[in-house]
């Protein structure tokens, strides 16, 4: 190798770059901070703080913008559902709110229930006036609302009606359901009349007040005992004494033979001429 070949070669030495050299201005410019990274690291602890805020608006702001959308995206379903649907959801909502506000509403009774509660209840006719007194009105009022009550059992046809009975008013069935009633109910063995005593209780009932020897005049026999046994039974009772020798005493009938027959005073009595003979 001549002289001139080695001044080339290391002239080439000398412009080649040294990986060990320090880097060039490039390099230290893209190492030195920004003026934006400046101004993170510069930052007081103060600033940071009132940055927090900001940074936290964001997601309150998306849920405020979400609920917005879901609200506006109901109300288009809403809009877009059938008119029925609609009056069908409102109705529901209506009567929903009435379930919880309304407040049961107590009715207050009338003349003719209070009326119809008691003549239901008595086992017994009770007259007009112990009827007002109870009620509380007057006889006229309780004799109106007694004929209003006849009148929507008439018009329901209802197996019962109010009657009059032995002076007072009483809950009674209809006749039409004797034939059933008859079926059913088992008479008391104390309400039972021997032939005798029906004798001697349909003479007191058409002749009193009437002595004990006026009775045995008409049946021929003696009634001493059957009087007796139709006074225990509370159907005969003693209505005074007569003004002739020796002021015998008079029978009549009592208040429980008007409930038992179903009359309502002497005067329902069967006319004579009305009955019939049982042999024919």
């Known amino acids: 190798m001549t002289d001139d070949n080695k001044e080339i070669l290391d002239g080439e030495d000398e412009a080649t770059p040294d990986p060990s050299i320090a880097p060039t201005e490039d390099t230290q410019t893209a190492e030195e901070p920004t003026p934006q990274n400046q101004a993170v690291e510069t930052a007081t602890p103060a600033e940071e703080l009132q940055a927090e805020p900001e940074q936290n608006e964001a997601p309150e702001t998306q849920a405020g913008e979400t609920l917005v959308e879901l609200l506006d995206t109901a109300e288009e379903s809403e809009g877009d559902a059938p008119e029925e649907d609609q009056a069908a959801m409102q109705a529901e909502e209506t009567r929903a709110l009435g ?8 009715e207050s009774p009338t003349i003719e229930s209070v009326l119809e509660a008691i003549l239901f209840a008595t086992d017994e006719p009770l ?11 007057t006889g ?37 359901y ?7 109910v088992r008479v008391r063995g104390d309400n039972k009349l021997s ?30 005992e059957v009087i007796r046994s139709l006074m225990y039974k509370g159907l005969v009772k003693i209505a005074g004494r007569a003004e002739i020798l020796g002021r015998p005493m008079l029978y009549g009938t009592t208040k429980k033979f008007l409930e038992i027959f179903g009359l309502n005073s002497l005067k329902d009595l069967p006319k004579a001429e009305d009955l019939k003979n049982p042999d024919r």
């Open 99 to 106: 379930e919880e506000t309304a407040e049961p509403a107590e």
């Open 127 to 137: 007259p007009e006036s112990k009827l007002a007194g109870i009620v509380e009105t």
């Open 140 to 176: 006229k009022q309780v004799r109106e609302s007694i004929e209003s009550l006849n009148a929507r059992y008439e018009a329901h046809h209802h197996a019962f009606r109010i009657d009059q009975i032995a002076g007072g008013y009483q809950m009674l069935t209809q006749p039409l």
């Open 178 to 184: 004797n034939s059933w009633l008859k079926k059913m």
């Open 195 to 224: 032939p005798a005593a029906m004798e001697t209780l349909a003479i007191i009932a058409y002749k009193q007040p009437i002595i004990r020897a006026d009775i045995e005049a008409i049946r021929g026999v003696a009634v001493g």
